[in-house]
């Protein structure tokens, strides 16, 4: 399965996208929606991330855009693990209390740690209260791939790969490996995050893999 990373600040634009995926992260933080667009993108009754990076927002006004998706029927919640204790689990209760799915996710957009110290990250999330735990490194080198997809070999909902050119087949085969979904860049417009593939794009490559 394939998300889509939406930054498209139309909101119409945005909801016409929408309905051509089959999962949609909203990157709150890009698009820069008010409560009226953010009822409208999420009550649209389609599977939608709420993602709000704290990249121009301070912890409270994240937290209320972050509940007001919640609220109007987003399916996840992205929450970031480095993000502070109390903050995090108000937000998890909040969402499990709306029937919300919870991702805890780690971005580093330095390197790929060792191995160990990803299935660390890991088992923290979970140990917090998430449903789905999302890794996602920058990869430098080919071995960095391989510490990545090796986090597929635990249980439990997990989504990982890795980020720049390098990274990119991670993107392609994460969904054979029981990735919850794999992400890709909308077909026009900014993705958000380095190497990330277009979408009609990655659904070919996943699409041939699976005739073989």
């Known amino acids: 399965m394939i ?3 939406i930054c498209e600040k139309n909101v119409d634009k945005c909801l016409s996208i929408i309905e051509k995926t089959e999962v949609s992260e909203i ?6 929606f008010g409560e009226a667009e953010i009822e409208k993108v999420f ?10 990076r704290p990249l121009q ?11 007001m998706a919640i609220r109007h ?3 996840y919640v992205d929450i970031e693990y480095e993000a502070p204790e109390e903050y995090k689990q108000e937000l998890i209760d ?3 209390h709306h029937e919300c799915y919870v991702i805890l996710s780690y971005h580093n957009y330095e390197e790929t740690p060792e191995t160990e110290e990803l299935e660390t990250i890991m088992k923290n999330c979970f140990a917090e209260g998430c ?7 920058l990869v430098r080198v080919n071995r960095d791939n391989s510490k990545i997809l090796s986090l597929y070999r635990h249980p439990g909902r997990i989504i990982a790969f890795g980020m720049g050119d390098l990274g990119k087949i ?12 794999t992400y890709a860049a909308m077909d026009e417009g900014d993705p958000t995050a380095p190497g990330q593939i277009r979408y009609s794009r990655l659904k070919e490559f996943i699409a041939s893999i699976q005739q073989i």
Not at 43 to 52: D, E, P, Y
Not at 58 to 67: A, F, M, N, V, Y
């Open 27 to 32: 990157r709150l933080d890009l698009t820069e």
């Open 73 to 75: 029927g987003a399916t």
């Open 43 to 52: 009550s649209c009754r389609k599977r939608l991330i709420a993602t709000c």
């Open 3 to 5: 998300c889509v990373s």
């Open 57 to 67: 927002y301070s912890p409270d006004r994240q937290l209320e855009i972050l509940k």
């Open 170 to 181: 991670t993107r392609i085969v994460a969904p054979f490996l029981g990735a919850e979904f």
């Open 131 to 137: 449903d789905v735990v999302k890794i996602v490194t």
């Open 94 to 96: 909040y969402a499990h």
